[in-house]
């Protein structure tokens, strides 16, 4: 959902459709910090699921999960830096770090869904 949302608040930007834009942002942050919350006490309560697959596609998912992890641990922070900046009225400085934030935040977006299908749809078909 949140990939979604930023991708049509990037399709808004483009068309100067400012307001729009910052709805929709702000919407992505909000579902985001849902489901971080949700992420964390699921898996506070049920732990992991290890992929427990031998071979290439083990590697792909170790690869894709690692990526996904270290880059989902720093979008929080450019996140509420960048939407920070947006609300201020720093437009410079929002474009700046948004450059860096938004395909870093689409790429945890995609990953997220890859690494649970990965996870819990390909695995048992292994």
Do not use: E
Not at 6 to 24: D, E, N, T
Not at 33 to 51: E, P, R, T
Not at 109 to 115: E, K, L, N, R
């Amino acid at each position: 959902m949140a990939g979604v949302l930023l991708l049509i608040g990037f399709l808004f930007i483009r068309q100067k459709r400012v307001s729009a834009h910052q709805k929709v942002m702000w919407t992505a942050f909000a579902v985001s910090c849902a489901f971080l919350v949700c992420y964390l006490v699921y898996h506070y309560n049920v732990g992991s699921v290890k992929f427990d697959k031998p071979g290439w596609v083990r590697t792909v998912y170790l690869w894709i999960l690692g990526t996904h992890t270290i880059l989902a641990a720093a979008v929080p922070f450019l996140a509420v830096i960048t939407l920070a900046r947006g609300q201020r009225g720093r437009i410079s400085r929002h474009r700046a770090i948004a450059r860096w934030t938004w395909p870093i935040w689409m790429y945890v977006s995609i990953t997220g869904v890859v690494v649970y299908l990965l996870l819990y749809q390909v695995r048992p078909l292994l």
